[in-house]
């Protein structure tokens, strides 16, 4: 069965400071990894993700991610972080026709 | 939140009342999902469906029903048999493939009054 972990209810950084969101996964065969953001009262809205290629994967607004196969991991990164980056970012995995499993969420705060 | 349209923004429910969202798409992709976030959390899967004429229970599917008689809509509708209905309803597209994940819906904050 598939399962994603973001094992941080909230993460706390100082505006300019980097910022390391976490995720772990757990998939048979490749897995197809994504991040997503939400603002208050909005939808979701795509980042980032990872289907093949290079591990470090980079997204919209100045994150980035790293895929690691051996730790089962895709951390969402940012080199410097803004108070307007402040917001709810979920991870979320799936197979290639399969529906996607999301977690449940991180919220960032980033203190000016 | 462009090509899915969720309507209405805002609605408010009585006690009792059967209410319905809506959820247009013109992506022109077969699967649709609508979620369940109460404040603070994570999103509940309700239910979706990969064809036009077919969908399937999510996790959370008691007290909602749905339909797909068109590709281009999914309507979700709250009944009252669903106890604690209060909840942002998000509704999600997909192209069947994950090659770009899927696309969101601005949501529908639904309150009972």
């Known amino acids: 069965a598939q399962s994603v972990a973001q094992p941080e209810d909230q993460v706390n950084v100082a505006e300019g400071n980097p910022l390391t969101v976490k995720c772990t996964y757990s998939?048979?065969?490749?897995?197809?990894l994504f991040w997503y953001v939400q603002y208050p009262n909005r939808g979701l809205q795509f980042l980032l993700k990872?289907?093949?290629?290079?591990?470090l994967v980079k997204g919209s607004y100045g994150f980035e991610a790293e895929f690691n196969k051996s730790q089962t991991s895709f951390h969402l990164k940012k080199p410097s972080a803004l108070v307007s980056d402040s917001a709810l970012y979920f991870c979320?995995?799936?197979?290639?026709?399969?529906?996607?499993?999301f977690g449940t969420g991180t919220r960032l705060q980033v203190f000016p | 939140d462009g090509g899915i349209t969720q309507s209405p923004k805002y609605l408010f429910r009585k006690e009792g009342q059967n209410v319905t969202l809506s959820c247009e798409q013109n992506?022109?992709?077969?699967?649709m999902y609508w979620y369940r976030q109460d404040p603070g959390q994570g999103l509940r899967l309700i239910y979706y469906?990969?064809?036009?004429?077919?969908?399937q229970k999510g996790d959370i599917a008691e007290g909602y029903s749905v339909s797909r008689e068109k590709k281009e809509s999914f309507p979700l509708t709250v009944t009252s048999a669903q106890k604690n209905p209060t909840a942002f309803y998000l509704c999600?597209?997909?192209?069947?493939?994950?090659?770009?994940?899927?696309?969101f819906g601005s949501g529908t904050r639904l309150t009972v009054v």
């Open positions: 998939v048979s065969g490749n897995p197809y």
């Open positions: 979320a995995v799936g197979r290639r026709s399969d529906k996607l499993i």
């Open positions: 992506l022109n992709h077969d699967a």
């Open positions: 999600a597209v997909n192209d069947g493939d994950n090659n770009y994940g899927y696309t």
């Open positions: 469906s990969q064809i036009v004429n077919d969908f």
């Open positions: 990872y289907i093949t290629g290079d591990n």
